[in-house]
């Protein structure tokens, strides 16, 4: 079955602690993505990559970084910069040419006390 | 810079009653997406409407794409409580590699 896996689906971490959230697709799609999501908010666009090696910031970068190696994984990470982390965060893909219906994971909740 | 709103943000309504949710969106474009989400969950596909007219439908909800007014509609009809859940369009934006513009969401509440 071709999908989009998060892991943890939950995730405690101390302030001051770095975290990385795992995202894996095999959906050979090109472009993938991360969102925030804040409790009975919308969806806020963190980073996105559409090939391997290259990223672009979203609307809210800051404190957050990513890497894309392969075409499969895009993980991010939650470093100690970001001032109010606790969220459930969302990964999302699609392909690379249009229409750009974005596929989701199940998501991660982050808990930082 | 492309904006999407939806209305209302919002809604309680009665098993068996019909009702519309709005997204409008700022700037040209001809693809448009529907999410539903429950509480706790990660979002779902709903409707992908990709031309000027376009009309999809799938159970009680229907959707369509008005583009030269900037605006789609998300249509309940005779809604039951299964529907309850958070409803989130999208659009398009343009030669921005696949980035979708996400509205605030409708949380919609079906009362018996």
């Known amino acids: 079955d071709g999908g989009i896996t998060q892991s943890p689906k939950y995730l405690f971490r101390k302030e001051g602690q770095n975290v990385t959230l795992s995202c894996e697709q095999n959906?050979?799609?090109?472009?993938m993505y991360w969102y925030r999501q804040d409790p009975g908010q919308g969806l806020r666009l963190i980073y996105y990559?559409?090939?391997?090696?290259?990223?672009q910031k979203g609307d809210i970068a800051e404190g957050y970084s990513v890497s894309r190696e392969k075409k499969e994984s895009f993980p991010l990470t939650v470093t100690s910069a970001q001032k109010n982390p606790t969220a459930f965060y969302l990964c999302?893909?699609?392909?690379?040419?249009?229409?750009?219906?974005?596929?989701f994971g199940p998501g991660t909740r982050l808990t930082v006390t | 810079e492309l904006k999407v709103e939806q209305n209302p943000l919002f809604l309680s309504m009665q098993e068996g009653k019909n009702y519309t949710i709005y997204c409008n969106y700022s700037?040209?474009?001809?693809?448009l997406y529907w999410y539903r989400q429950d509480p706790g969950k990660s979002l779902e596909s709903l409707f992908v409407?990709?031309?000027?007219?376009a009309v999809k439908q799938e159970g009680r909800l229907m959707a369509s794409l008005d583009t030269k007014a900037r605006l789609s509609t998300l249509h309940i009809t005779a809604a039951v409580h299964d529907l309850s859940a958070t409803y989130f369009c999208?659009?398009?934006?343009?030669?921005?590699?696949?980035?979708?513009?996400f509205g605030q969401g409708t949380e919609l509440s079906v009362k018996p």
């Open positions: 700037t040209t474009s001809d693809r």
């Open positions: 409407l990709l031309s000027n007219g």
């Open positions: 999208a659009v398009d934006a343009y030669n921005q590699g696949g980035k979708l513009i």
């Open positions: 990559s559409q090939i391997v090696n290259d990223f």
């Open positions: 999302a893909s699609s392909r690379m040419f249009g229409p750009y219906e974005q596929y």
């Open positions: 959906l050979n799609h090109d472009a």
